[in-house]
């Protein structure tokens, strides 16, 4: 068993920050690629950041530039930093993690989705 927790989210103004963090916990041998995917009301599921083991990062347009993604190897830990806020980031945030089992089979694991709401 694999699990994703995030938290960090809530109600922010414009132009405010939030920062979301994202553990991965459980039966885990190693983690790839980590990264955050974002819902917005009515709309489809879409990539905001990731990062390899490595560090090597990759942002959509929408985000780059105010939000940076990083991680925590030791503590299985990915992190996202948003800065200069807007209501259009308002969205269900999910974290994810490319991970390998004991067994060595690899999957992609989620988290439960966090709200981030951007408003006045």
């Known amino acids: 068993q694999v699990q994703l927790v995030e938290s960090g989210g809530g109600l922010v103004q414009p132009g405010g920050s939030l920062r979301l963090s994202c553990a991965a916990s459980g039966s885990i041998f190693s983690i790839y690629n980590m990264g955050w995917y974002r819902q917005p009301p009515g709309k489809q599921r879409e990539l905001a950041a990731r990062?390899?083991?490595?560090?090597?990062?990759d942002y959509s347009d929408s985000v780059k530039g105010r939000f940076t993604i990083s991680r925590d190897n030791a503590k299985n830990t990915v992190y996202l930093q948003m800065n200069s806020l807007k209501p259009e980031d308002t969205a269900v945030y999910y974290c994810?993690?490319?991970?390998?089992?004991?067994?060595?089979?690899?999957?992609?694991?989620w988290g439960q989705g966090i709200q981030v709401t951007v408003s006045s």
């Open positions: 994810y993690g490319n991970i390998a089992t004991p067994s060595r089979v690899v999957h992609d694991y």
């Open positions: 990062i390899t083991s490595s560090g090597r990062t």
